[in-house]
């Protein structure tokens, strides 16, 4: 098993930035795919940004140019790095790391609110 810890959410003014990270420990061997993903209240789970194991990144339109996925392999820790955060970006923010055949991990959320 691999835990996934979020940190770095808050809330912030439209305009501002945030990073959120997620450092995971465990079973890590394997991981092909990372992940950024976000709920809002009374919507399904979205993509927001995803990594693969090469570096090739894809992001949800509403956040490109906006957000940039990153990982430090030396402490296996993924990023996300949030500008020009609006009002719609508000939501619970999830990290996922995934292996082959199906096997998915995600981290407990971090909240992040934009106010207008």
């Known amino acids: 098993q691999a835990q996934l810890v979020e940190s770095g959410g808050g809330s912030v003014q439209a305009g501002e930035s945030l990073r959120l990270s997620c450092t995971a420990s465990?079973?890590?061997?394997?991981?092909?795919?990372r992940g950024w993903y976000r709920q809002a209240p009374g919507k399904q789970r979205e993509m927001v940004a995803t990594?693969?194991?090469?570096?090739?990144?894809i992001y949800a339109d509403s956040v490109k140019g906006r957000f940039t996925i990153s990982r430090n392999n030396a402490d296996n820790t993924m990023y996300l790095q949030m500008s020009s955060l609006k009002p719609k970006d508000t939501a619970v923010y999830y990290c996922?790391?995934?292996?082959?055949?199906?096997?998915?991990?995600w981290g407990q959320g971090t909240q992040v609110t934009v106010s207008s």
């Open positions: 996922n790391m995934k292996k082959l055949l199906g096997v998915s991990y």
């Open positions: 990594m693969a194991t090469g570096g090739s990144t």
């Open positions: 465990g079973s890590i061997a394997g991981i092909m795919f």
